[in-house]
T-cell receptor
């Protein structure tokens, strides 16, 4: 089945370290998103991309950067991780097909910054 | 600006009762309103959605209603079952964009 995958699934790192979270999809969707989930705060948009040449900042992009290496791959980087970036991170995809607008989420990456 | 308020943050109901979750938004240009369900330890998944040209949509035990004038939409779950226990998120999307803004979530507990 076509799917959205994320690596790693869990990561513990230290303050100041650089870390990359990767997302791959086999759905053939153009649109890819990175969200952060914190208890009580819901899903907050970090970055989104409509195609390889298009990158857009979301609500909380400070401290993060992204790279859209190909239609199927969208990576999120923390250049210098800090403890308040400890959260559950989700990648998602969607496609532009008129009324069909469902977002498909990956399984999530749980990141802990010590 | 874009903002979505979701209430309540937690909701406990007895099995068989109904549950209602409400979201209020500020951007009058929003035209798409999905609801996602996230079971414990799982990824969010779409359960129902509605567009701005429709006032109500139903799918078996779940329904969504939209009041464009008042800028709010609600999720209704009837005859709740233990497997309905999860966190539910509403979201909005502005016309002409593919950027989604999510509510803060409602943790629903269905008590057997």
């Amino acid at each position: 089945d076509a799917d959205v995958t994320q690596t790693p699934r869990n990561r513990i790192t230290k303050t100041g370290k650089r870390i990359m979270l990767e997302c791959s999809q086999t759905k053939g969707h153009d649109r890819m998103y990175w969200y952060r989930q914190d208890p009580g705060l819901g899903l907050r948009l970090i970055y989104y991309s409509f195609d390889v040449k298009d990158i857009n900042k979301g609500e909380i992009s400070d401290g993060y950067s992204v790279s859209r290496q190909a239609q199927a791959k969208f990576s999120l980087s923390l250049e210098s991780a800090i403890p308040n970036q400890t959260a559950l991170y989700f990648c998602a995809t969607s496609e532009d097909r008129g009324h069909y607008n469902e977002q498909f989420f990956g399984p999530g990456t749980r990141l802990t910054v010590l | 600006g874009e903002n979505v308020e979701q209430h309540p943050s937690t909701l406990s109901v007895q099995e068989g009762d109904s549950a209602v979750i409400k979201c209020t938004y500020s951007d009058s240009a929003s035209n798409y309103f999905p609801w996602y369900k996230q079971e414990l330890g799982k990824r969010p998944q779409l359960i129902i959605d509605i567009r701005s040209n429709v006032g109500e949509k139903k799918d078996q035990r779940i329904a969504v209603t939209l009041n464009k004038t008042a800028k709010h939409f609600s999720l209704h779950i009837t005859e709740t079952q233990p497997e309905d226990s999860a966190v539910y998120f509403c979201a909005i999307r502005r016309v002409g964009t593919y950027k989604y803004i999510f509510g803060t979530g409602t943790r629903l507990k269905v008590l057997a």
